[in-house]
């Protein structure tokens, strides 16, 4: 049975439709990349799982639970089991690094002062940032303040972790530790981990799994090495980057053209 | 920590800042502090007319402060007022022909009671009634009557 | 006519689902408190952030309001020949109205805007969110305290002034104009009643750290995510805590003092 069971999600922010008839499987102890052109709604997805949004229709089940039709104590005792890397980091701004990491730890275990030390120092130092313990969020670069957001989403040593694109941002070099990371958890943790990400190569390299995503639907899934030899147009144009395909570079609307001669077109 | 422990510091001065600058207007400001008159006693006097005396008016002799009128009610026999005084107990040697005066305190201050003390050797007990009373001087009446008379003189 | 009526019609449909969210979002806060009584150091970092910061200004304007009414209060008084009665009119006017009114005013431009700004930002980086997600209630982690701690403090604050100001009046009043030191607090004392005025004059403050409070909290907590949204949140709590304490303050007024 897979972990995360997705059946006709559908969701729309206002006239927006972002989801219609949607359907994942995430299995346990596998890597799932999620890609899909920005602004698909992978971050949605991410949030209708973590059951801070709600869908107009369809299920989502984590672990065998229906996750909209859980109290509110029994969706905080789910996310105690989730793990998740915003996109933006979300560290609380007044607290420093050290205290960010220790801030699971602190709320939801009644550890001793040394062992929580400890912890998190394993933590940092899992993402090179040992040393940067007493820094303030302000004081990182964005890049730095994602790694940092990376070892908090694991201190409490969860079932899975959700990463909303871990590897923007990073440098070449702490791209690959993130990589590999990323991949010693799953494999030593036994984590099951949603991977969102753009980048094509890195996520092809440590999924088990991949799903395309597009105008509200899945496009296309399968093993990295099943879409890279994909015949399908979009698939193609997706993973090899090219300008020209069936995917629209635009965000929906009326056409160029039209627009630059017609004024009163409202925006 | 150290930051924390000096946080816990000045928090608890401010309570405690707080907390004071309430017992100052307990004890400096307002009349808590001779609230201990309720373990007095009370006294009993009837008036014509009270004029314009209120519940927690002064009660006073040779302008002393002893005590304070704890209830007004009217009695519904005579149509007099009923004024219940209560009295400090440290002045519990009033003797039992006690007048009781309503006097202003000055032309246009507050109303309050004085009394006076008679010759009696007995002292006025918990519950007794003030015989000897004085109604308020009513302004009003107190001009009608000069104007009254006045106007009688005239005629003569 | 067809669209302003519209308008019309728009405008409080939204201002009724607004104070629905309100009513809500204080349901919340209420069923959050009990547990921080376990955790009070969240709440005594709040006291501080709400309250010992708030000490200054509280003071400082405490001291200038009562040495004005001491000024202005004696030379009306001294028309009449009853300057003695300086320190009732300073204590009765400062215990009653100026302490909670103006202290809670005070507050409101300087914790009440400090909590929208704080707890918008906190929204509007994903902090909020964020805690949701580690399995953190926001609304206990973050709100409840914040609600407490300015609940606590507002009396206190409203005291601190109340008293600076009396301090303040009879400074001027005695040391400048030469009112009499004994007059000054005897008539103060006969005339000011812990019941009536004090007690009265705490309710008050304390109905309006509840309201200030509330209002900052769910102005931030609403707030739209951006620098602007934080920005108007910031200034309506402002604008409606001041409604708020002085429409408040008329109608607790005549319910306390109506029958007097
Ligand atoms: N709070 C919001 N209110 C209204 N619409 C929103 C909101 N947040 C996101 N959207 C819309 O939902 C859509 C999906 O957003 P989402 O953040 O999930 O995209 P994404 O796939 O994560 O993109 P990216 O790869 O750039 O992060 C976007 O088109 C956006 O316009
Ligand atoms: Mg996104």
Same mark, same amino acid.
Request: with cysteine.
């Given at each position: =049975?897979?972990?995360?069971?997705?059946?006709?999600?559908?969701?729309?922010?206002?006239?927006?439709?972002?989801?219609?008839?949607?359907?994942?499987?995430?299995?346990?102890?596998?890597?799932?990349?999620? /890609?899909?052109?920005?602004?698909?709604?992978?971050?949605?997805?991410?949030?209708?799982?973590?059951?801070?949004?709600?869908?107009?229709?369809?299920?989502?089940?984590?672990?065998?639970?229906?996750?909209?039709?859980?109290?509110?104590?029994?969706?905080?005792?789910?996310?105690?089991? =989730?793990? /998740?890397?915003?996109?933006?980091?979300?560290?609380?701004?007044?607290?420093?690094?050290?205290?960010?990491?220790?801030?699971?730890?602190?709320?939801?275990?009644?550890?001793?002062?040394? =062992?929580?030390?400890?912890?998190?120092?394993?933590?940092?130092?899992?993402?090179?940032?040992?040393?940067?313990?007493?820094? /303030?969020?302000?004081?990182?670069?964005?890049? +730095?303040?994602?790694?940092?957001? !990376?070892?908090?989403?694991?201190? !409490?040593?969860?079932?899975?972790? +959700?990463?909303?694109?871990?590897?923007?941002?990073?440098?070449?070099?702490?791209?690959?530790?993130?990589?590999?990371?990323?991949?010693?958890?799953?494999?030593? =943790?036994?984590?099951?981990?949603?991977?969102?990400?753009?980048?094509?190569?890195?996520?092809?390299?440590?999924?088990?799994?991949?799903? !395309?995503?597009?105008?509200?639907?899945?496009?296309?899934?399968?093993?990295?090495?099943?879409?890279?030899?994909?015949?399908?147009?979009?698939?193609?144009?997706?993973?090899?980057? !090219?300008?020209?395909?069936?995917?629209?570079?635009?965000?929906?609307?009326?056409?160029?053209?039209?627009?630059?001669?017609?004024?009163?077109?409202?925006? | 920590?150290?930051?924390?422990?000096?946080?816990?510091?000045?928090?608890?001065?401010?309570?405690?800042?707080?907390?004071?600058?309430?017992?100052?207007?307990?004890?400096?400001?307002?009349?808590?502090?001779?609230?201990?008159?309720?373990?007095?006693?009370?006294? @009993?006097?009837?008036?014509?007319?009270?004029?314009?005396?209120?519940?927690?008016?002064?009660?006073?002799?040779?302008?002393?402060?002893?005590?304070?009128?704890?209830?007004?009610?009217?009695?519904?026999?005579?149509?007099?007022?009923?004024?219940?005084?209560?009295?400090?107990?440290?002045?519990?040697?009033?003797?039992?022909?006690?007048?009781?005066? @309503?006097?202003?305190?000055?032309?246009?201050?507050?109303?309050? @009671?004085?009394?006076?003390?008679?010759?009696?050797?007995?002292?006025?007990?918990?519950?007794?009634?003030?015989?000897?009373?004085?109604?308020?001087?009513?302004?009003?009446?107190? @001009?009608?009557?000069?104007?009254?008379?006045?106007?009688?003189?005239?005629?003569? | 006519?067809?669209?302003?009526?519209?308008?019309?019609?728009?405008?409080?449909?939204?201002?009724?689902?607004?104070?629905?969210?309100?009513?809500?979002?204080?349901?919340?806060?209420?069923?959050?408190?009990?547990?921080?009584?376990?955790?009070?150091?969240?709440?005594?970092?709040?006291?501080?952030?709400?309250?010992?910061?708030?000490?200054?200004?509280?003071?400082?304007?405490?001291?200038?309001?009562?040495?004005?009414?001491?000024?202005?209060?004696?030379?009306?008084?001294?028309?009449?020949?009853?300057?003695?009665?300086?320190?009732?009119?300073?204590?009765?006017?400062?215990?009653?109205?100026?302490?909670?009114?103006?202290?809670?005013?005070?507050?409101?431009?300087?914790?009440?805007?400090?909590?929208?700004?704080?707890?918008?930002?906190?929204?509007?980086?994903?902090?909020?969110?964020?805690?949701?997600?580690?399995?953190?209630?926001?609304?206990?982690?973050?709100?409840?305290?914040?609600?407490?701690?300015?609940?606590?403090?507002?009396?206190?604050?409203?005291?601190?002034?109340?008293?600076?100001?009396?301090?303040?009046?009879?400074?001027?009043?005695?040391?400048?104009?030469?009112?009499? &030191?004994?007059?000054?607090?005897?008539?103060?004392?006969?005339?000011? &009643?812990?019941?009536? &005025?004090?007690?009265?004059?705490?309710?008050?403050?304390?109905?309006?750290?509840?309201?200030?409070?509330?209002?900052?909290?769910?102005?931030?907590?609403?707030?739209?995510?951006?620098?602007?949204?934080?920005?108007?949140?910031?200034?309506?709590?402002?604008?409606?805590?001041?409604?708020?304490?002085?429409?408040?303050?008329?109608?607790?007024?005549?319910?306390?003092?109506?029958?007097?």
């Amino acid at each position: =049975m897979p972990l995360i069971k997705i059946r006709d999600l559908h969701f729309s922010r206002g006239d927006r439709v972002i989801f219609e008839g949607v359907n994942i499987d995430i299995h346990r102890g596998k890597i799932t990349a999620i /890609m899909g052109p920005s602004g698909t709604g992978k971050t949605t997805l991410l949030r209708l799982i973590g059951g801070q949004l709600h869908p107009d229709k369809g299920t989502i089940e984590v672990d065998g639970q229906n996750v909209h039709q859980l109290s509110h104590s029994g969706l905080y005792a789910l996310r105690k089991r =989730m793990g /998740m890397l915003f996109q933006s980091g979300a560290l609380l701004t007044d607290l420093t690094v050290f205290e960010n990491v220790a801030f699971p730890l602190r709320e939801h275990t009644d550890l001793p002062e040394s =062992m929580i030390r400890d912890l998190v120092l394993m933590k940092l130092q899992a993402v090179g940032l040992r040393c940067a313990r007493d820094l /303030m969020p302000n004081e990182l670069s964005g890049g +730095m303040a994602r790694r940092v957001a !990376l070892a908090r989403a694991v201190t !409490l040593d969860p079932m899975m972790i +959700m990463y909303d694109e871990p590897f923007t941002g990073q440098d070449p070099i702490s791209m690959g530790t993130l990589v590999n990371l990323i991949h010693r958890m799953n494999d030593a =943790m036994g984590l099951t981990s949603i991977v969102v990400s753009h980048d094509v190569d890195e996520a092809t390299e440590i999924a088990d799994y991949v799903y !395309l995503l597009s105008g509200g639907k899945v496009v296309s899934e399968g093993s990295p090495v099943d879409l890279k030899r994909s015949s399908s147009q979009w698939v193609k144009q997706f993973m090899q980057g !090219l300008p020209d395909g069936p995917v629209p570079f635009h965000y929906p609307g009326v056409d160029f053209k039209e627009d630059m001669l017609n004024p009163e077109v409202s925006p | 920590m150290l930051q924390k422990k000096s946080t816990e510091i000045t928090v608890g001065m401010f309570v405690a800042a707080g907390i004071a600058a309430l017992f100052m207007l307990a004890m400096k400001v307002s009349n808590l502090s001779d609230f201990s008159d309720e373990v007095g006693y009370q006294v @009993i006097a009837e008036f014509e007319n009270i004029g314009g005396l209120k519940v927690r008016s002064p009660v006073t002799m040779a302008g002393v402060r002893v005590g304070r009128v704890s209830g007004i009610s009217l009695d519904s026999v005579n149509y007099n007022a009923r004024v219940t005084l209560s009295l400090y107990s440290t002045f519990d040697n009033l003797p039992t022909d006690t007048s009781a005066s @309503i006097y202003t305190a000055g032309l246009l201050g507050e109303q309050y @009671i004085s009394l006076e003390a008679g010759a009696e050797e007995e002292f006025l007990q918990n519950g007794d009634v003030v015989e000897l009373t004085q109604s308020a001087l009513v302004l009003e009446q107190v @001009i009608g009557q000069f104007l009254f008379s006045k106007a009688e003189g005239d005629e003569e | 006519m067809i669209g302003i009526i519209r308008s019309l019609g728009r405008w409080g449909l939204s201002t009724f689902e607004r104070l629905g969210r309100g009513h809500l979002f204080l349901v919340q806060i209420l069923a959050g408190i009990p547990g921080l009584f376990l955790r009070f150091s969240l709440v005594i970092q709040q006291l501080f952030s709400v309250g010992v910061l708030s000490v200054l200004i509280i003071a400082v304007s405490g001291l200038f309001v009562g040495m004005v009414l001491s000024l202005q209060g004696y030379y009306v008084l001294v028309d009449f020949g009853a300057e003695e009665s300086l320190g009732v009119m300073v204590s009765l006017s400062l215990v009653r109205e100026l302490g909670p009114v103006v202290s809670a005013l005070l507050f409101a431009g300087r914790a009440g805007s400090a909590l929208t700004a704080e707890v918008g930002l906190m929204k509007s980086t994903e902090q909020l969110s964020g805690m949701e997600m580690m399995a953190v209630d926001p609304m206990r982690r973050v709100i409840a305290p914040r609600f407490l701690a300015g609940f606590i403090s507002m009396p206190l604050l409203a005291a601190m002034f109340s008293a600076v100001g009396i301090i303040g009046a009879f400074l001027v009043g005695h040391g400048l104009l030469g009112v009499d &030191d004994g007059a000054f607090w005897s008539q103060m004392q006969a005339k000011t &009643d812990w019941y009536d &005025d004090i007690l009265n004059g705490v309710i008050k403050s304390i109905v309006f750290g509840f309201v200030v409070t509330w209002i900052a909290l769910y102005e931030g907590y609403d707030a739209l995510p951006t620098s602007e949204g934080v920005g108007r949140a910031t200034t309506r709590t402002v604008v409606h805590s001041a409604f708020a304490i002085l429409g408040l303050d008329f109608v607790l007024t005549a319910l306390m003092f109506g029958e007097g």
